[in-house]
């Protein structure tokens, strides 16, 4: 089983901003966790908070991306220097990637991350994305991994024009 932790911070040094989402996502006594997913605005050096995660917590599987700004416990907040964090603790998680996605590939690149998803033989119940959000086509993802069953997206089925008329009567 997974369990998930989160927290963030507004401050421009990497270091303490990784300690303190550290404390605040998992207590000062055991920051200990099994995946880190950092999100960090431009202002922010990822490799910084990376080598700041991998010290305090060592052996962390990391993860992470640059953005405009984060969600948080706190809110939204879209300054240079914000940090939001989900600390994962538990065995229960594969991790693919592929470098060069972008819209003209979307699909090819969304069928290598499937397959090495299925690599793992493991049960997979949720897929959690980081993608680039400029030049991208993640409709092609989605159906590059519903093409290999690795996810189905539920759509409820479209009514017909008059059962909807007939049950805005009733």
């Known amino acids: 089983m997974l369990h998930f932790?989160?927290?963030?911070?507004?401050?421009?040094?990497p270091q303490r901003a990784m300690l303190e989402c550290l404390e605040a996502a998992l207590g000062a006594a055991d920051p200990s966790c099994d995946l880190l997913i950092i999100n960090a605005s431009i202002g922010h050096d990822l490799a910084a908070l990376s080598a700041?995660?991998?010290?305090?917590?060592?052996?962390?599987r990391v993860v992470g991306a640059s953005c405009a700004g984060v969600v948080g416990r706190e809110g939204v907040s879209e300054s240079m220097n914000d940090v939001a964090v989900m600390a994962v603790r538990g065995p229960d998680f594969v991790?693919?990637?592929?470098?060069?996605?972008?819209?003209?590939?979307?699909?090819?690149?969304g069928l290598a991350l499937a397959e090495g998803l299925l690599r793992s033989k493991a049960p997979i119940n949720m897929v959690y994305l980081m993608a680039p959000g400029?030049?991208?086509?993640?409709?092609?993802i989605i159906q590059a991994l519903e093409s290999l069953s690795l996810i189905h997206i539920f759509c409820p089925p479209q009514r017909q024009r008059g059962q909807q008329q007939d049950q805005a009567q009733a």
């Open 95 to 109: 991790i693919s990637r592929v470098d060069g996605l972008c819209g003209d590939n979307a699909f090819e690149k």
């Open 5 to 13: 932790h989160s927290a963030s911070v507004r401050m421009a040094n």
């Open 52 to 60: 700041q995660a991998r010290a305090t917590c060592p052996g962390v």
């Open 134 to 140: 400029i030049d991208n086509a993640n409709d092609r």
